[in-house]
């Protein structure tokens, strides 16, 4: 009698155990469904996969659960943020110098040039983002990182591809001047050959340029960027009636009102940007001579009909576009805030430690 019990109890208890076994593989199956894809991307020396493993291994959910609840209250501000991590990448490379307080297009000085008004509230979040991983980690994590993952959460939280980015950036303790900053990004302007050939010089192929250039997906344009396609003469390559409704909201060359960037999905990043260059609505020259050139025009085709292929280009270039002159190991510097270098010679000493076992997990 009580070995019956014991028994039946027994396969009860295997029953169960079971159960949680299989649970468990479904949960794990499931986790690594769900985990971003590695994307085949070659790494730059002194970038890893995994370089907060040790140091700050939140880092990542910390960046993203803070930028959820920034976005749910502004989502403009993904693009924001995107857009500041492409002017640090191609002035200087991607080292947080455009987050320095004194950069032509930082922090304070964004109205400085025209077209380069990037947005004051975006660096507010930078740092924000910097101050809670600090307080987790210690002074671990570098700005640039910072900056580059909360690109990769702006897209991902507007709707676009997850991926990994490869961390291990340290910031610079250069300012970018003006002259560097106007002679490292491409004007609104450019046509296709002008960017074809800016961005080989980076790297960066055609293929990178027409996905990189999906960025404008989302966001905001301020008119003074596009007017030149209005006045005095209209762009014969615009759709009229897309000229029409510009000219209304940008009734003079120099009006302060703002654009979307992308007319049939301002705030989501999929794919209808390209749409929009296929019927003329692109909002930049940069952006509609992808569809008049010959050599972009079968690239945008394609990433109007296949939203995948988009995505899987864009998460490349952008993990590409990201590598673009880092600074690593003992090169730069941790900051402490990313608007300012750091002041004095103890944090330095300091940081190297930090840095060494950083390092030896490479
Ligand atoms: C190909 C050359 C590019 C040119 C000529 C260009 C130019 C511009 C211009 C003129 C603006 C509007 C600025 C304003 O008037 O407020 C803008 C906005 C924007 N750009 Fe680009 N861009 C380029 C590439 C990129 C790339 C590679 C990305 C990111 C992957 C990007 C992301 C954005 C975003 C998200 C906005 C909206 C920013 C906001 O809403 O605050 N752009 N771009
Ligand atoms: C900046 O560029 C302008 C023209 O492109 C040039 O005249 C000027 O000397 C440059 N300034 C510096 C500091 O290099
Ligand atoms: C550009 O480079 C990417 C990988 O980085 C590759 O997938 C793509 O085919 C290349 N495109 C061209 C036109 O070479
Ligand atoms: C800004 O855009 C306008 C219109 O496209 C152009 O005339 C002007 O030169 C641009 N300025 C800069 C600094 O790119
Ligand atoms: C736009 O503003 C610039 C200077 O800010 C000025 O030189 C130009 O004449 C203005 N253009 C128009 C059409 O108002
Ligand atoms: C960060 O640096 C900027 C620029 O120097 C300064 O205005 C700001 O007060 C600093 N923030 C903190 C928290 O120290």
Redesign the pocket.
């Known amino acids: 009698m009580a070995n019956g019990l014991s028994k039946r109890i027994f396969t009860f208890l295997m029953l169960i155990s079971l159960v949680a076994v299989a649970l468990n593989l479904l949960a794990t199956v499931e986790a690594q469904n769900k985990k971003k894809p590695r994307r085949d991307v070659p790494i730059v020396k002194g970038l890893s996969w995994s370089f907060y493993q040790k140091a700050c291994p939140k880092v990542e959910k910390i960046i993203r659960k803070e930028l959820k609840k920034v976005f749910k209250n502004d989502i403009?501000l993904a693009?924001?943020i995107?857009?500041i991590h492409?002017h640090d990448c191609f002035v200087q490379g991607c080292e947080g110098s455009v987050l320095l307080d004194g950069s032509a297009s930082g922090p304070g000085e964004q109205s400085s040039i025209p077209?380069l008004?990037l947005?004051q509230a975006a660096f507010v979040v930078i740092n924000n983002l910097r101050a809670l991983v600090h307080k987790q980690c210690g002074q671990v994590v570098s700005c640039s990182d910072t900056l580059a993952l909360a690109a990769r959460d702006s897209v991902v939280l507007s709707g676009g591809p997850d991926y990994d980015v490869p961390l291990g950036r340290r910031d610079s303790l250069a300012f970018a001047s003006q002259n560097t900053t106007l002679n490292n990004l491409?004007?609104?302007f450019?046509k296709a050959s002008q960017?074809i050939t800016d961005f080989a010089n980076r790297n960066l192929n055609i293929t990178d340029?027409v996905a990189?250039?999906g960025?404008?997906t989302?966001?905001?344009?301020?008119c003074p960027?596009f007017t030149g396609r209005l006045y005095p003469n209209q762009d014969p390559t615009m759709n009229k009636f897309f000229a029409n409704s510009l000219k209304r909201t940008c009734p003079t060359a120099n009006s302060s009102n703002t654009q979307v960037?992308d007319i049939r999905s301002p705030d989501v990043f999929d794919n209808k940007y390209y749409v929009d260059l296929m019927n003329r609505q692109g909002l930049?020259t940069?952006d509609q001579d992808l569809f008049v050139d010959k050599r972009t025009r079968g690239i945008v085709e394609s990433f109007a009909i296949d939203k995948k292929l988009f995505f899987d280009h864009f998460a490349v270039a952008?993990i590409k576009m990201g590598q673009m002159s880092v600074l690593t190991g003992s090169q730069g510097e941790i900051r402490s805030n990313c608007s300012a270098r750091n002041t004095g010679s103890f944090m330095s000493v300091l940081e190297e430690g930090i840095l060494e076992e950083a390092l030896s997990m490479i």
């Open positions: 403009g693009a924001a995107l857009r492409f077209n008004t947005r491409p004007p609104p450019a960017l340029l990189l250039s960025g404008h989302i966001g905001i344009a301020h960027s960037n930049f940069s952008m």
